[in-house]
Protein backbone atom coordinates (compact mmCIF):
# COMPACT_ATOMS: atom_id res chain seq x y z
CA UNK A 1 0.00 0.00 0.00
CA UNK A 2 1.33 3.26 -1.18
CA UNK A 3 1.29 6.54 1.16
CA UNK A 4 -1.90 7.55 -0.72
CA UNK A 5 -3.80 5.23 1.21
CA UNK A 6 -5.91 6.27 4.51
CA UNK A 7 -5.04 3.19 6.41
CA UNK A 8 -3.48 -0.15 5.27
CA UNK A 9 -4.94 -3.24 3.21
CA UNK A 10 -6.92 -5.61 5.34
CA UNK A 11 -6.48 -9.36 4.78
CA UNK A 12 -9.10 -10.72 2.50
CA UNK A 13 -10.26 -13.69 5.25
CA UNK A 14 -10.93 -10.55 7.46
CA UNK A 15 -12.72 -8.55 4.75
CA UNK A 16 -14.83 -11.51 3.53
CA UNK A 17 -16.30 -10.66 7.18
CA UNK A 18 -17.51 -7.18 6.36
CA UNK A 19 -19.99 -7.75 3.68
CA UNK A 20 -23.63 -9.32 3.10
CA UNK A 21 -23.50 -12.14 0.31
CA UNK A 22 -23.62 -10.82 -3.56
CA UNK A 23 -26.65 -11.70 -4.84
CA UNK A 24 -26.12 -15.02 -7.38
CA UNK A 25 -25.12 -13.77 -10.85
CA UNK A 26 -22.84 -10.63 -9.45
CA UNK A 27 -19.59 -9.89 -10.05
CA UNK A 28 -17.82 -8.57 -6.73
CA UNK A 29 -15.63 -5.91 -6.71
CA UNK A 30 -13.82 -5.73 -3.42
CA UNK A 31 -13.50 -1.75 -2.15
CA UNK A 32 -9.76 -2.44 -0.33
CA UNK A 33 -8.68 1.02 0.21
CA UNK A 34 -10.65 4.44 1.11
CA UNK A 35 -8.23 6.73 -0.43
CA UNK A 36 -9.65 8.60 -3.10
CA UNK A 37 -7.45 8.12 -6.20
CA UNK A 38 -7.39 7.29 -9.97
CA UNK A 39 -3.73 5.80 -9.70
CA UNK A 40 -1.93 2.58 -10.68
CA UNK A 41 -0.62 2.12 -6.96
CA UNK A 42 -1.48 -0.98 -5.84
CA UNK A 43 -4.80 -0.48 -4.54
CA UNK A 44 -8.42 -0.86 -5.18
CA UNK A 45 -10.41 2.55 -4.26
CA UNK A 46 -13.70 3.46 -4.80
CA UNK A 47 -13.57 5.48 -7.54
CA UNK A 48 -10.94 2.47 -9.05
CA UNK A 49 -13.80 0.45 -8.42
CA UNK A 50 -16.51 2.19 -10.02
CA UNK A 51 -14.51 2.69 -12.91
CA UNK A 52 -13.66 -1.33 -13.30
CA UNK A 53 -17.57 -1.82 -12.88
CA UNK A 54 -18.41 0.43 -15.62
CA UNK A 55 -15.86 -0.40 -17.97
CA UNK A 56 -15.27 -3.98 -17.82
CA UNK A 57 -12.00 -3.72 -17.37
CA UNK A 58 -9.09 -4.30 -14.39
CA UNK A 59 -8.10 -0.81 -12.86
CA UNK A 60 -5.36 -0.90 -10.55
CA UNK A 61 -6.08 -3.51 -8.09
CA UNK A 62 -9.54 -4.03 -8.77
CA UNK A 63 -10.88 -6.67 -10.85
CA UNK A 64 -13.04 -6.29 -14.40
CA UNK A 65 -16.74 -6.22 -14.22
CA UNK A 66 -18.75 -8.40 -15.64
CA UNK A 67 -20.29 -7.24 -18.91
CA UNK A 68 -22.97 -9.69 -18.42
CA UNK A 69 -24.08 -9.64 -14.72
CA UNK A 70 -24.73 -7.08 -11.84
CA UNK A 71 -21.07 -5.38 -10.33
CA UNK A 72 -21.82 -5.27 -6.79
CA UNK A 73 -18.48 -2.88 -5.11
CA UNK A 74 -18.67 -3.45 -1.60
CA UNK A 75 -17.04 -1.14 0.78
CA UNK A 76 -15.36 -1.51 4.20
CA UNK A 77 -15.89 0.71 6.92
CA UNK A 78 -15.65 4.25 6.01
CA UNK A 79 -15.05 7.51 5.65
CA UNK A 80 -14.40 7.59 2.48
CA UNK A 81 -13.64 10.55 1.68
CA UNK A 82 -13.94 12.29 -2.32
CA UNK A 83 -10.70 14.94 -2.31
CA UNK A 84 -11.36 14.28 -6.24
CA UNK A 85 -14.99 15.03 -6.67
CA UNK A 86 -18.17 13.54 -7.84
CA UNK A 87 -18.44 10.00 -8.46
CA UNK A 88 -20.30 9.02 -11.99
CA UNK A 89 -21.83 5.85 -12.66
CA UNK A 90 -23.66 4.61 -15.31
CA UNK A 91 -24.72 3.58 -17.78
CA UNK A 92 -25.46 -0.08 -16.57
CA UNK A 93 -25.88 -2.30 -13.55
CA UNK A 94 -24.39 -1.78 -9.99
CA UNK A 95 -24.71 -2.03 -6.96
CA UNK A 96 -22.82 0.13 -3.88
CA UNK A 97 -22.91 -1.73 -1.32
CA UNK A 98 -21.69 -0.42 2.85
CA UNK A 99 -20.23 -3.07 5.26
CA UNK A 100 -22.49 -5.37 6.99
CA UNK A 101 -21.03 -4.82 10.14
CA UNK A 102 -20.56 -1.92 12.51
CA UNK A 103 -19.03 0.58 11.34
CA UNK A 104 -21.10 2.18 8.79
CA UNK A 105 -19.39 2.71 5.77
CA UNK A 106 -19.72 6.43 5.24
CA UNK A 107 -19.37 8.86 1.76
CA UNK A 108 -18.63 12.39 2.10
CA UNK A 109 -18.12 15.26 -0.40
CA UNK A 110 -16.16 17.74 2.44
CA UNK A 111 -18.65 20.37 1.40
CA UNK A 112 -16.80 20.22 -1.82
CA UNK A 113 -18.48 18.51 -4.32
CA UNK A 114 -22.08 16.45 -4.65
CA UNK A 115 -21.36 12.75 -4.56
CA UNK A 116 -22.86 10.59 -7.11
CA UNK A 117 -24.48 11.44 -10.54
CA UNK A 118 -26.51 8.19 -11.94
CA UNK A 119 -26.22 8.94 -15.71
CA UNK A 120 -28.87 7.72 -18.39
CA UNK A 121 -29.07 3.73 -18.60
CA UNK A 122 -27.54 3.41 -15.12
CA UNK A 123 -29.33 0.93 -12.76
CA UNK A 124 -28.17 1.62 -9.56
CA UNK A 125 -28.79 0.53 -6.05
CA UNK A 126 -26.80 1.99 -2.90
CA UNK A 127 -27.41 -0.35 0.20
CA UNK A 128 -26.00 -0.18 3.78
CA UNK A 129 -23.93 3.47 3.37
CA UNK A 130 -23.90 6.76 5.13
CA UNK A 131 -23.74 9.92 2.19
CA UNK A 132 -22.79 13.14 3.59
CA UNK A 133 -21.69 16.71 3.20
CA UNK A 134 -22.00 16.46 -0.79
CA UNK A 135 -22.31 19.77 -1.64
CA UNK A 136 -23.99 20.61 -5.74
CA UNK A 137 -24.22 24.20 -4.68
CA UNK A 138 -21.16 25.28 -6.98
CA UNK A 139 -22.03 23.13 -10.26
CA UNK A 140 -22.49 25.05 -12.91
CA UNK A 141 -26.33 24.24 -14.51
CA UNK A 142 -26.33 21.86 -12.28
CA UNK A 143 -26.80 22.72 -8.71
CA UNK A 144 -29.18 19.94 -7.83
CA UNK A 145 -28.40 16.83 -5.15
CA UNK A 146 -25.88 17.21 -3.01
CA UNK A 147 -25.95 13.39 -2.66
CA UNK A 148 -27.16 12.01 -5.60
CA UNK A 149 -28.32 13.72 -8.83
CA UNK A 150 -29.69 10.80 -11.01
CA UNK A 151 -31.69 11.32 -14.71
CA UNK A 152 -33.12 9.11 -16.93
CA UNK A 153 -32.16 5.93 -14.43
CA UNK A 154 -33.43 3.48 -12.34
CA UNK A 155 -32.14 4.07 -8.56
CA UNK A 156 -32.91 1.89 -5.48
CA UNK A 157 -32.00 3.39 -2.10
CA UNK A 158 -32.22 0.76 0.82
CA UNK A 159 -30.87 1.34 4.66
CA UNK A 160 -29.27 4.36 3.34
CA UNK A 161 -28.77 7.78 5.79
CA UNK A 162 -28.30 10.72 3.32
CA UNK A 163 -26.75 13.31 6.08
CA UNK A 164 -25.75 17.05 6.35
CA UNK A 165 -26.09 17.28 1.99
CA UNK A 166 -26.52 20.43 0.11
CA UNK A 167 -27.71 22.39 -3.49
CA UNK A 168 -30.03 24.78 -4.81
CA UNK A 169 -32.82 21.90 -5.37
CA UNK A 170 -32.61 18.43 -3.93
CA UNK A 171 -30.47 19.10 -1.07
CA UNK A 172 -29.53 15.38 -0.78
CA UNK A 173 -31.49 13.67 -3.77
CA UNK A 174 -32.48 15.13 -6.94
CA UNK A 175 -34.47 12.48 -9.37
CA UNK A 176 -35.71 13.02 -13.05
CA UNK A 177 -37.17 11.32 -15.43
CA UNK A 178 -39.00 12.36 -18.68
CA UNK A 179 -39.85 7.99 -19.24
CA UNK A 180 -39.97 4.88 -17.52
CA UNK A 181 -37.36 4.88 -14.47
CA UNK A 182 -37.96 4.71 -11.20
CA UNK A 183 -36.59 5.27 -7.66
CA UNK A 184 -37.16 3.69 -4.49
CA UNK A 185 -36.10 4.44 -1.10
CA UNK A 186 -36.71 2.25 1.65
CA UNK A 187 -35.90 1.98 5.12
CA UNK A 188 -33.22 5.13 5.14
CA UNK A 189 -33.37 8.44 6.67
CA UNK A 190 -33.16 12.16 5.01
CA UNK A 191 -31.61 14.28 7.81
CA UNK A 192 -30.58 18.06 8.32
CA UNK A 193 -29.79 18.30 4.31
CA UNK A 194 -30.48 22.09 2.76
CA UNK A 195 -31.78 23.45 -0.09
CA UNK A 196 -30.30 26.96 -0.33
CA UNK A 197 -31.48 29.66 -2.86
CA UNK A 198 -28.63 32.94 -2.45
CA UNK A 199 -27.85 33.61 -6.27
CA UNK A 200 -29.75 31.37 -8.61
CA UNK A 201 -32.25 29.06 -9.07
CA UNK A 202 -35.11 27.79 -6.53
CA UNK A 203 -34.78 27.02 -3.09
CA UNK A 204 -37.16 23.54 -3.40
CA UNK A 205 -36.71 19.90 -1.92
CA UNK A 206 -34.25 20.18 1.11
CA UNK A 207 -34.09 16.67 1.28
CA UNK A 208 -35.48 15.13 -2.09
CA UNK A 209 -36.29 16.92 -5.37
CA UNK A 210 -38.45 14.77 -7.58
CA UNK A 211 -39.34 15.82 -11.33
CA UNK A 212 -40.99 13.11 -12.94
CA UNK A 213 -42.49 12.49 -16.31
CA UNK A 214 -44.02 9.86 -18.88
CA UNK A 215 -44.47 6.43 -16.82
CA UNK A 216 -41.81 7.63 -14.42
CA UNK A 217 -42.41 6.53 -11.11
CA UNK A 218 -41.01 7.30 -7.13
CA UNK A 219 -41.73 4.77 -4.13
CA UNK A 220 -40.70 5.95 -0.52
CA UNK A 221 -41.59 3.46 2.32
CA UNK A 222 -40.34 2.86 5.51
CA UNK A 223 -38.21 6.28 5.75
CA UNK A 224 -37.72 9.18 7.66
CA UNK A 225 -37.35 12.82 6.67
CA UNK A 226 -36.54 15.12 9.70
CA UNK A 227 -34.49 18.42 10.34
CA UNK A 228 -34.53 19.63 6.52
CA UNK A 229 -35.02 22.77 5.36
CA UNK A 230 -35.40 24.95 2.20
CA UNK A 231 -34.35 28.18 2.61
CA UNK A 232 -33.78 31.68 0.49
CA UNK A 233 -31.70 34.44 1.20
CA UNK A 234 -32.96 36.60 -1.77
CA UNK A 235 -35.43 39.30 -0.97
CA UNK A 236 -38.77 38.20 -2.02
CA UNK A 237 -37.60 34.75 -3.11
CA UNK A 238 -40.57 32.21 -2.22
CA UNK A 239 -39.26 28.63 -0.96
CA UNK A 240 -40.73 24.80 -2.06
CA UNK A 241 -41.18 22.27 -0.03
CA UNK A 242 -38.59 21.81 3.37
CA UNK A 243 -38.52 17.73 3.12
CA UNK A 244 -40.01 17.08 -0.79
CA UNK A 245 -40.85 18.71 -3.12
CA UNK A 246 -42.59 16.83 -6.14
CA UNK A 247 -43.96 17.79 -9.77
CA UNK A 248 -45.18 15.07 -11.77
CA UNK A 249 -46.79 15.18 -15.30
CA UNK A 250 -47.48 12.77 -17.95
CA UNK A 251 -48.77 9.30 -16.20
CA UNK A 252 -46.03 9.74 -13.46
CA UNK A 253 -46.62 7.97 -10.09
CA UNK A 254 -45.82 8.91 -7.03
CA UNK A 255 -46.15 7.33 -3.19
CA UNK A 256 -45.19 7.44 0.36
CA UNK A 257 -45.91 4.74 2.24
CA UNK A 258 -45.02 4.96 6.23
CA UNK A 259 -43.06 7.81 5.76
CA UNK A 260 -42.33 9.80 8.85
CA UNK A 261 -41.44 13.68 7.85
CA UNK A 262 -40.75 15.63 11.03
CA UNK A 263 -39.41 19.22 12.36
CA UNK A 264 -38.78 20.37 8.43
CA UNK A 265 -38.66 24.25 7.88
CA UNK A 266 -38.81 26.39 5.00
CA UNK A 267 -37.48 30.14 5.40
CA UNK A 268 -38.11 32.37 2.08
CA UNK A 269 -35.82 35.25 1.71
CA UNK A 270 -38.61 38.26 3.04
CA UNK A 271 -41.39 38.20 5.16
CA UNK A 272 -43.34 38.59 1.39
CA UNK A 273 -42.86 35.87 -0.37
CA UNK A 274 -44.10 32.14 0.71
CA UNK A 275 -43.17 28.94 2.39
CA UNK A 276 -44.84 26.63 0.21
CA UNK A 277 -45.04 23.25 2.02
CA UNK A 278 -42.45 23.53 5.26
CA UNK A 279 -42.99 19.18 5.28
CA UNK A 280 -44.67 18.56 1.81
CA UNK A 281 -45.28 20.33 -1.31
CA UNK A 282 -46.69 18.07 -4.13
CA UNK A 283 -47.66 19.31 -7.81
CA UNK A 284 -49.57 16.50 -10.12
CA UNK A 285 -50.58 17.53 -13.62
CA UNK A 286 -51.68 15.49 -16.24
CA UNK A 287 -52.96 12.03 -15.57
CA UNK A 288 -50.25 11.83 -12.89
CA UNK A 289 -51.51 9.93 -9.70
CA UNK A 290 -49.96 10.15 -6.22
CA UNK A 291 -50.77 8.57 -2.83
CA UNK A 292 -49.51 9.39 0.80
CA UNK A 293 -51.07 6.78 3.36
CA UNK A 294 -49.57 5.37 6.67
CA UNK A 295 -47.34 8.14 7.59
CA UNK A 296 -46.66 11.13 9.86
CA UNK A 297 -45.78 14.94 9.62
CA UNK A 298 -45.08 16.52 12.29
CA UNK A 299 -43.56 20.07 13.43
CA UNK A 300 -43.20 21.15 10.35
CA UNK A 301 -42.99 24.27 10.19
CA UNK A 302 -41.94 27.78 8.29
CA UNK A 303 -39.52 29.98 9.86
CA UNK A 304 -40.87 33.06 7.89
CA UNK A 305 -43.24 33.87 5.77
CA UNK A 306 -46.52 35.65 4.06
CA UNK A 307 -49.61 34.61 6.11
CA UNK A 308 -50.32 32.11 2.87
CA UNK A 309 -47.51 29.78 3.52
CA UNK A 310 -48.51 26.43 4.48
CA UNK A 311 -46.95 24.42 7.39
CA UNK A 312 -47.72 20.65 6.65
CA UNK A 313 -48.70 19.40 3.18
CA UNK A 314 -49.17 21.99 0.13
CA UNK A 315 -50.91 19.68 -2.96
CA UNK A 316 -52.18 20.41 -5.88
CA UNK A 317 -53.92 18.14 -9.08
CA UNK A 318 -54.50 19.87 -12.09
CA UNK A 319 -56.15 18.53 -15.52
CA UNK A 320 -56.98 14.65 -15.02
CA UNK A 321 -54.42 14.12 -11.68
CA UNK A 322 -55.51 11.47 -9.34
CA UNK A 323 -54.29 12.12 -5.72
CA UNK A 324 -55.15 9.84 -2.54
CA UNK A 325 -53.89 11.05 1.33
CA UNK A 326 -54.95 8.18 3.47
CA UNK A 327 -54.65 7.07 7.42
CA UNK A 328 -51.87 9.86 7.96
CA UNK A 329 -51.83 12.04 11.07
CA UNK A 330 -50.72 15.88 10.66
CA UNK A 331 -49.82 16.81 14.13
CA UNK A 332 -48.23 20.35 15.72
CA UNK A 333 -47.46 21.64 12.44
CA UNK A 334 -46.99 25.76 12.33
CA UNK A 335 -46.37 26.04 16.14
CA UNK A 336 -49.53 27.71 15.86
CA UNK A 337 -49.01 30.75 13.80
CA UNK A 338 -50.77 32.71 11.69
CA UNK A 339 -50.47 29.87 8.71
CA UNK A 340 -52.01 27.35 6.81
CA UNK A 341 -52.06 23.53 7.66
CA UNK A 342 -52.77 21.62 4.69
CA UNK A 343 -53.87 23.01 1.70
CA UNK A 344 -55.54 21.00 -0.82
CA UNK A 345 -56.71 22.24 -4.34
CA UNK A 346 -58.10 20.27 -7.45
CA UNK A 347 -58.46 22.05 -10.80
CA UNK A 348 -59.95 20.72 -14.23
CA UNK A 349 -61.30 17.39 -13.86
CA UNK A 350 -58.44 16.03 -11.43
CA UNK A 351 -59.97 13.93 -8.13
CA UNK A 352 -58.35 14.45 -4.58
CA UNK A 353 -59.37 11.84 -2.00
CA UNK A 354 -58.66 12.58 1.33
CA UNK A 355 -59.70 10.24 4.36
CA UNK A 356 -58.74 9.00 8.03
CA UNK A 357 -56.75 11.88 8.98
CA UNK A 358 -55.73 13.77 12.00
CA UNK A 359 -55.16 17.23 10.92
CA UNK A 360 -54.24 18.56 14.90
CA UNK A 361 -52.67 21.50 17.20
CA UNK A 362 -51.47 23.19 13.75
CA UNK A 363 -51.33 26.77 12.64
CA UNK A 364 -54.52 29.15 12.35
CA UNK A 365 -55.97 27.22 9.96
CA UNK A 366 -56.13 23.40 9.63
CA UNK A 367 -57.62 22.38 6.16
CA UNK A 368 -58.22 24.21 3.33
CA UNK A 369 -59.80 22.21 0.94
CA UNK A 370 -60.74 23.98 -2.78
CA UNK A 371 -62.53 22.71 -5.92
CA UNK A 372 -62.37 24.15 -9.00
CA UNK A 373 -63.44 23.83 -12.75
CA UNK A 374 -65.19 20.32 -12.71
CA UNK A 375 -62.98 18.33 -9.99
CA UNK A 376 -63.70 16.19 -6.91
CA UNK A 377 -62.61 16.78 -3.57
CA UNK A 378 -64.11 14.20 -1.07
CA UNK A 379 -62.89 14.22 3.05
CA UNK A 380 -63.93 11.08 4.73
CA UNK A 381 -62.92 10.47 8.44
CA UNK A 382 -61.28 13.56 9.75
CA UNK A 383 -60.53 14.86 12.81
CA UNK A 384 -59.43 18.48 12.48
CA UNK A 385 -58.81 19.94 16.17
CA UNK A 386 -57.16 22.74 17.75
CA UNK A 387 -56.67 25.62 15.61
CA UNK A 388 -56.66 28.79 16.14
CA UNK A 389 -58.26 30.24 13.43
CA UNK A 390 -60.80 28.04 11.32
CA UNK A 391 -60.22 24.02 10.87
CA UNK A 392 -62.10 23.74 7.81
CA UNK A 393 -62.19 25.95 5.00
CA UNK A 394 -64.23 24.61 1.91
CA UNK A 395 -64.76 26.34 -1.26
CA UNK A 396 -65.88 24.92 -4.50
CA UNK A 397 -67.34 26.38 -7.70
CA UNK A 398 -70.04 26.10 -9.70
CA UNK A 399 -69.55 22.48 -11.14
CA UNK A 400 -67.13 21.47 -9.04
CA UNK A 401 -67.96 18.35 -6.37
CA UNK A 402 -66.20 19.10 -2.72
CA UNK A 403 -67.58 17.21 0.35
CA UNK A 404 -67.14 15.95 3.75
CA UNK A 405 -68.39 13.39 5.43
CA UNK A 406 -67.56 11.35 8.77
CA UNK A 407 -65.95 13.73 10.09
CA UNK A 408 -65.03 15.43 13.29
CA UNK A 409 -64.19 19.43 14.09
CA UNK A 410 -63.83 20.88 17.08
CA UNK A 411 -62.37 22.86 19.32
CA UNK A 412 -61.33 25.66 16.11
CA UNK A 413 -61.57 29.30 16.07
CA UNK A 414 -64.01 28.84 13.48
CA UNK A 415 -65.10 24.69 13.32
CA UNK A 416 -66.33 25.19 9.17
CA UNK A 417 -66.44 27.90 6.59
CA UNK A 418 -68.15 26.30 3.48
CA UNK A 419 -68.60 28.57 0.07
CA UNK A 420 -69.80 27.24 -3.03
CA UNK A 421 -71.98 24.20 -3.24
CA UNK A 422 -69.54 22.08 -0.69
CA UNK A 423 -71.95 19.27 0.52
CA UNK A 424 -71.32 19.13 4.57
CA UNK A 425 -72.78 15.60 5.28
CA UNK A 426 -75.31 14.95 8.12
CA UNK A 427 -72.75 12.24 9.23
CA UNK A 428 -70.29 14.56 10.67
CA UNK A 429 -70.04 16.00 14.50
CA UNK A 430 -69.11 19.69 14.11
CA UNK A 431 -68.71 22.03 16.79
CA UNK A 432 -69.55 19.43 19.64
CA UNK A 433 -67.07 18.16 22.31
CA UNK A 434 -66.48 14.63 20.68
CA UNK A 435 -64.62 13.38 24.09
CA UNK A 436 -61.27 12.81 23.19
CA UNK A 437 -58.80 10.07 25.79
CA UNK A 438 -56.45 13.19 26.17
CA UNK A 439 -56.38 15.71 23.10
CA UNK A 440 -54.31 18.36 25.37
CA UNK A 441 -51.72 15.30 24.94
CA UNK A 442 -51.97 14.56 22.03
CA UNK A 443 -54.07 10.95 22.21
CA UNK A 444 -57.27 12.24 19.75
CA UNK A 445 -58.54 8.67 20.13
CA UNK A 446 -62.55 8.25 21.43
CA UNK A 447 -63.56 7.41 25.15
CA UNK A 448 -66.87 5.19 25.63
CA UNK A 449 -69.56 7.99 26.02
CA UNK A 450 -68.34 9.58 22.49
CA UNK A 451 -70.50 11.40 20.58
CA UNK A 452 -68.90 10.62 17.50
CA UNK A 453 -69.12 6.86 17.99
CA UNK A 454 -71.76 5.20 16.00
CA UNK A 455 -72.30 8.81 14.33
CA UNK A 456 -71.03 8.43 10.70
CA UNK A 457 -72.42 6.44 7.90
CA UNK A 458 -70.49 3.14 6.35
CA UNK A 459 -72.13 3.28 3.26
CA UNK A 460 -70.83 6.05 1.95
CA UNK A 461 -67.54 6.40 -0.83
CA UNK A 462 -64.82 7.54 1.51
CA UNK A 463 -65.19 4.84 4.33
CA UNK A 464 -62.49 2.65 3.53
CA UNK A 465 -61.08 -0.33 5.39
CA UNK A 466 -58.84 0.72 7.72
CA UNK A 467 -58.95 3.83 9.91
CA UNK A 468 -55.51 6.40 10.54
CA UNK A 469 -54.30 3.81 13.13
CA UNK A 470 -54.55 0.95 10.93
CA UNK A 471 -57.75 -0.66 12.83
CA UNK A 472 -61.01 -1.77 11.14
CA UNK A 473 -62.64 1.00 10.19
CA UNK A 474 -66.01 -0.70 10.77
CA UNK A 475 -66.18 -1.95 14.49
CA UNK A 476 -69.58 -1.64 15.77
CA UNK A 477 -73.17 -0.68 14.44
CA UNK A 478 -72.11 1.78 12.23
CA UNK A 479 -68.67 3.58 11.42
CA UNK A 480 -67.43 6.54 13.52
CA UNK A 481 -67.07 9.54 12.85
CA UNK A 482 -63.08 10.95 12.91
CA UNK A 483 -60.22 9.45 12.61
CA UNK A 484 -60.29 6.77 14.47
CA UNK A 485 -62.50 4.03 15.45
CA UNK A 486 -63.41 3.44 19.07
CA UNK A 487 -63.36 -0.13 20.33
CA UNK A 488 -61.24 -1.24 17.08
CA UNK A 489 -58.25 -4.07 17.67
CA UNK A 490 -55.15 -2.97 15.52
CA UNK A 491 -54.57 -4.33 12.35
CA UNK A 492 -51.88 -6.36 11.34
CA UNK A 493 -52.41 -5.27 7.80
CA UNK A 494 -52.33 -9.14 6.60
CA UNK A 495 -55.94 -8.91 5.86
CA UNK A 496 -55.44 -6.03 3.30
CA UNK A 497 -52.45 -7.76 1.65
CA UNK A 498 -50.10 -4.68 3.33
CA UNK A 499 -47.45 -7.56 4.41
CA UNK A 500 -45.22 -4.78 5.03
CA UNK A 501 -47.15 -2.59 7.95
CA UNK A 502 -45.21 -3.91 10.63
CA UNK A 503 -41.57 -2.95 9.00
CA UNK A 504 -39.80 -0.78 11.18
CA UNK A 505 -39.64 3.01 10.18
CA UNK A 506 -35.59 2.65 10.07
CA UNK A 507 -33.21 0.14 10.42
Avoid at 143 to 154: C, E, L, Q, S
Avoid at 444 to 471: N, Y
Wanted: hydrophobic fraction near 45%; proline fraction near 4%.
Amino acid sequence: MTAQASRPLLPLALLAGLWLAAPAGARLILVWSNADDLTVNGNCSLREALEAAQTDQAVDACPAGSPTETDVVLLAWGPYDLHLGQLAIGPGAVIVRGAETPPRSVVRGLGASRLFEVEDGAEVAFEGLDLEAGDAREIAGQRVGGAIFGHAADIALRDVNLRANQAVSGGALYFTSAGGHSLLVERSRFEQNDAVHATTGQASGGAVQLVLGGTASARFRDTELVLNQARSTVAGASVFGGALHAALAGSAALELSRVFVASNSATPGSPDAAAWGAGLMVLADDQASVRILDSSVFANQPLAGAEFSVAALYLQATVEAQVAVERTRFDSNGGGLALRGIELSAFGSAAIRATDLLVSRGPAYGLRAFAQDTSQVDLGHLTVTAHGNTGLFLSATDFAHLELDNSIVWDNGTEVAAYGPAVVDPSNLIGVDPGFVAGGAGDFHLTAGSLAIDRGDAGLATVGPWDAGHAPRVAGDETDAGAFEFGALFGDGFESAETGFWTAAVP
